[in-house]
């Protein structure tokens, strides 16, 4: 009897292990009417450059991250406002390379392309060439790679060096590990005006994150576009 109760028990666990496996991948389900304004309100603003304005939708708690290249390194900013850019050609604070400024101040979205929800564009930033244009954002994609990539290249220094438990790091890695499930990547790619189409393309990929029923602007990224990544 014993002999015949362990099998069965062995079966159980069996069709149990392989519910759990044979199980859907659990995806964020978003509302449009609530996604989609946000998404073009930010577009318009970063078209007018009234940061202000989009500082309406950073975090207090969480803040914006900026993520680019730093000397063919993955690097990261946190900042709690976007106001420290250049004003009047007069840099008021110098917390992020100017060349990031630059790409901030030049953003340029033509109108309210439409949201395609769907697999994003594969592109190669140095030879510029893209598989399609226009604006896409997937929720069942639950990444923030960027943000990631920069984290773990941060600690992997850490422990190379040797250094002691650096609080920031755990802090971010902390914040990072929250908005992960929550957030949503929306990347823009188009021809400049007047370009052929074969030539630069212009490039904006921006991350929203659902905090109490409300999405916030938590990462600009700067990192995957760029060549020498």
């Known amino acids: ?28 389900t978003i509302s449009q009417q609530e996604f989609e304004p946000t998404v073009y309100q930010l577009i318009d603003f970063f078209n007018k450059k009234d940061f202000e304005a989009i500082n309406q939708y950073i975090h207090k708690d969480i803040g914006l991250f900026i993520v680019y290249n730093a000397s063919t390194s993955p690097t990261m900013r946190r900042i709690e406002q976007l106001n420290n850019l250049k004003s009047n050609n007069k840099i008021i604070e110098n917390t992020i390379p100017s060349w990031v400024e ?11 392309p439409k949201i395609q929800y769907e697999q994003y564009p594969t592109f190669n930033p140095c030879s510029e060439k893209v598989n399609k244009l226009g604006l896409y954002a997937n929720p069942k994609e639950k990444n923030i790679e960027a943000l990631k990539i920069a984290l773990d290249y941060y600690h992997w220094e850490l422990k190379h060096y040797q250094f002691e438990k650096n609080p920031v790091w755990e802090e971010y890695q902390a914040i990072a590990d929250k908005i992960a ?29 659902q905090l109490d029923n409300k999405w916030y602007l938590t990462i600009l990224d700067f990192y995957t576009m760029d060549c020498s990544a």
């Open 102 to 112: 630059d790409e901030l101040l030049g953003v340029s979205i033509s109108g309210n």
């Open 1 to 28: 009897m014993r002999i015949i109760l362990l099998i069965l028990l062995s079966l159980a666990n069996i069709a149990c292990s392989q519910k759990i496996e044979n199980q859907p991948a659990v995806t964020q």
């Open 181 to 209: 499930p929550k957030t949503v990547k929306v990347v823009y790619i188009e021809n400049f005006p007047g370009i052929l189409p074969n030539d630069e393309k212009n490039i904006f990929i921006f991350y929203l994150t």
